[in-house]
């Protein structure tokens, strides 16, 4: 079993920048994909980032790879997600979610087994 705890959203103005977290725990993650979404209230549950956990290999939707980063740190099991020049569009749930085996290019969010319960972030103009 794999626990996902997000955290690092809040309350922010466009242009401005927030560090999302996901800390890890229950089994290595040497063999894993970990990703973030988004879902607001006008959209369904979409794709952001995900990253190798062995290879860093990286994958960004086109509408998050401008402004978005995301990482890993292997000593503390955590996964971020970086996001620059905030705007209103970006205000939503984030989640973070992993799976055990595969690469970064499969974007479905049935492809992950666990998820994290969601971390908000609120964009004001």
């Known amino acids: 079993q794999v626990r996902l705890v997000e955290s690092g959203g809040s309350v922010a103005q466009a242009g401005g920048s927030l560090r999302l977290s996901c800390a890890a725990s229950?089994?290595?993650?040497?063999?894993?994909?970990m990703g973030w979404f988004r879902q607001s209230a006008a959209k369904e549950r979409e794709f952001v980032a995900a990253?190798?956990?062995?290879?860093?290999?990286?994958n960004y939707a086109d509408s998050t790879k401008a402004r978005f980063t995301i990482s890993r740190d292997i000593a503390e099991n955590t996964v971020y997600l970086q996001i620059n020049n905030l705007n209103p569009e970006d205000t939503a749930t984030y989640y973070c979610?992993?799976?055990?085996?595969?690469?970064?290019?499969?974007?479905?969010?049935?492809?992950?087994?666990?998820w994290g319960q969601g971390t908000r972030v609120t964009v004001s103009a």
């Open positions: 979610a992993a799976r055990s085996f595969g690469t970064v290019y499969a974007t479905e969010a049935s492809t992950y087994k666990w």
């Open positions: 229950g089994r290595s993650l040497s063999t894993f994909v």
């Open positions: 990253i190798s956990w062995r290879s860093e290999a990286t």
